[in-house]
């Protein structure tokens, strides 16, 4: 039997990008189940993912990431799914990656497959200020818990039952990525990475523009450092060594 997969697509105002997404995805990945949060969504990307025959989550007002993602994981846990993969709804995560990262998910031994821009420099590579943030969080994470990501701030993500159902209880704020994968290897989950090659967003502007490209290792730093002084978190009792 195959694995019940859910694609998680978080999207916030994004009825331009969305319908290209999700059709994406049903042609290289029919057999996955789509669900879409959208979290507090002011245009048509409720209707839209409706329409392109999505289960959809609809928060009431906007959340940010976290909030949006761990609703994504308490559905995947409640509907018994085995994978969650986890796309923006900006279309910078192309399908056809995000079976790359499931794909290394099911033939390894790891709990949480990350998706990296950096392993093979191809595709698109954020703007160097960025991605000079991003290098600080990844020496960070090595320093505080032995984390060895070149990507950490990577939104696609493959997540075995272990690590969602984790996660569907305890996550962290802000922009959670970084502190997440500080938080699963703390709980003695086993990360890994793989090539992907991501794409420019579609339409819109990232939430990451100007000041907040400063702002944003900043915080996260001390989110990190907070992290690393908490007492580590467990798996949810009964879940196996990769619950899957």
């Given at each position: 039997?195959?694995?019940?997969?859910?694609?998680?697509?978080?999207?916030?105002n994004?009825?331009?990008?969305?319908?290209?997404?999700l059709?994406?995805?049903?042609?290289?990945?029919?057999?996955?189940e789509?669900?879409?949060?959208?979290?507090?969504?002011?245009?048509?990307?409720?209707?839209?993912?409706?329409?392109?025959?999505?289960?959809?989550?609809?928060?009431?007002?906007?959340?940010?990431?976290?909030?949006?993602?761990?609703?994504?994981?308490?559905?995947?846990?409640?509907?018994?799914?085995?994978?969650?993969?986890?796309?923006?709804?900006?279309?910078?995560h192309?399908?056809a990656?995000?079976r790359?990262?499931?794909?290394?998910?099911?033939?390894t031994?790891a709990?949480?497959?990350?998706?990296s821009?950096?392993?093979?420099?191809?595709?698109?590579?954020?703007?160097p200020l960025?991605?000079?943030?991003?290098r600080?969080?990844?020496?960070?994470?090595?320093?505080?818990?032995?984390?060895?990501?070149?990507?950490?701030?990577?939104?696609?993500?493959?997540?075995?039952?272990?690590?969602?159902?984790?996660l569907?209880?305890?996550?962290?704020?802000?922009?959670?990525?970084?502190?997440?994968?500080l938080?699963?290897?703390?709980?003695?989950l086993?990360?890994?990475?793989?090539?992907?090659?991501?794409?420019?967003?579609?339409?819109?502007?990232?939430?990451?523009?100007?000041?907040?490209?400063?702002?944003?290792?900043?915080?996260?730093?001390?989110?990190?450092?907070?992290?690393?002084?908490?007492?580590?978190a467990?798996?949810?009792?009964?879940?196996?060594?990769?619950?899957?």
């Amino acid at each position: 039997m195959s694995a019940h997969v859910v694609a998680l697509v978080l999207a916030y105002n994004e009825e331009g990008s969305l319908p290209g997404l999700l059709c994406e995805i049903a042609h290289a990945c029919p057999d996955w189940e789509v669900v879409v949060v959208s979290d507090g969504s002011i245009d048509r990307t409720t209707e839209r993912a409706r329409a392109a025959g999505a289960v959809v989550l609809q928060l009431p007002f906007n959340s940010g990431v976290a909030t949006a993602e761990q609703t994504g994981f308490l559905y995947a846990l409640q509907a018994g799914a085995d994978v969650v993969v986890r796309l923006d709804g900006d279309g910078q995560h192309p399908p056809a990656e995000a079976r790359v990262v499931v794909e290394a998910l099911e033939r390894t031994a790891a709990d949480v497959v990350i998706g990296s821009r950096f392993l093979d420099g191809e595709g698109y590579q954020s703007t160097p200020l960025r991605r000079g943030g991003i290098r600080w969080l990844s020496f960070l994470l090595r320093r505080l818990g032995g984390v060895h990501v070149t990507d950490p701030t990577s939104g696609l993500r493959a997540f075995g039952r272990s690590a969602f159902s984790l996660l569907a209880l305890v996550y962290p704020s802000g922009y959670p990525e970084p502190e997440s994968n500080l938080l699963l290897a703390r709980a003695r989950l086993r990360l890994s990475e793989v090539p992907v090659r991501m794409r420019p967003r579609d339409v819109g502007q990232s939430s990451l523009g100007g000041w907040s490209s400063l702002y944003y290792p900043l915080k996260v730093t001390f989110a990190l450092i907070v992290e690393a002084l908490r007492r580590p978190a467990a798996p949810p009792s009964g879940e196996g060594e990769r619950g899957r």
